[in-house]
Every structure is written in C-alpha cells, then in structure tokens.
C-alpha cells in the first residue's frame, strides 16, 4: 500500500504564491506517475498537472499552464507543485494521487492511490 500526505496548502491573495507538497510512504517503488487534482466547492475533482516517474515528463490543464509547476524529488519520494500568479478560480482542495503504471491519464479513475487533500484558498 501506498500512503500519500499533502501540505503547504493555505490562505494567499489573488497573485501571490504557495508551494504545496505531497510525501509518499510504504510501498512507493510501486508508484510511476504523480499528479495533482483539484476540487472546488460544487463542481468535480479536475485534473491540474502529471509528472513522469522521472520527472522528464509534464503536463497541465490549460487553466494553469505557465502559472504552475509540478516537480518531483525521488530520493524523498515527495512532488511539488509550486503555484504562483494564484487567481480566485484556484480556490479548491487539492489532492495529490499516483498510479501504478507510467503515462497519465485526466479521470480520477485512473489513479490508485490518493492523498486526503490540502485546502487552498485565494482572496481578492
């Protein structure tokens, strides 16, 4: 089994930045792609960026492309996601999750394992 711990989460203004991270523990040699989603009040969890079990590859939702960065440290078995030019439409929960398997996909369905998310909050 796979355990999965975000922090960094929090209160920022419109414009400013937070980095969020998400430590993996247990079986973490069975973990290839990690990814972020996110949940606001109301609507479905969304997908916001991937990162390969190398960190070699990326991607994101067009509604955060060159705002965020996703980024991985194995040795820590921890990914990053370092947000900056936050807007009031981030305002969400933010899960981090990981599957078995490499490539990625955009449903929540196709990841295995998730973390019980980290709230994130912009104010104008």
């Known amino acids: 089994q796979v355990q999965l711990v975000e922090s960094g989460g929090g209160l920022v203004q419109a414009g400013g930045s937070l980095r969020l991270s998400c430590a993996a523990s247990?079986?973490?040699?069975?973990?290839?792609?990690m990814v972020w989603f996110r949940q606001a009040p109301g609507k479905e969890r969304e997908f916001v960026a991937a990162?390969?079990?190398?960190?070699?590859?990326?991607s994101y939702a067009d509604s955060v492309k060159g705002r965020f960065t996703i980024s991985r440290d194995n040795a820590k078995d921890t990914v990053y996601l370092q947000m900056n030019s936050l807007k009031l439409e981030d305002t969400a929960v933010y899960y981090c999750?990981?599957?078995?398997?490499?490539?990625?996909?955009?449903?929540?369905?196709?990841?295995?394992?998730w973390g019980q998310g980290t709230q994130v909050t912009v104010s104008s």
């Open positions: 990162i390969s079990w190398s960190g070699g590859s990326t």
């Open positions: 999750a990981a599957r078995r398997s490499g490539g990625w996909g955009y449903a929540v369905s196709e990841y295995h394992y």
């Open positions: 247990g079986r973490t040699f069975s973990i290839y792609t």
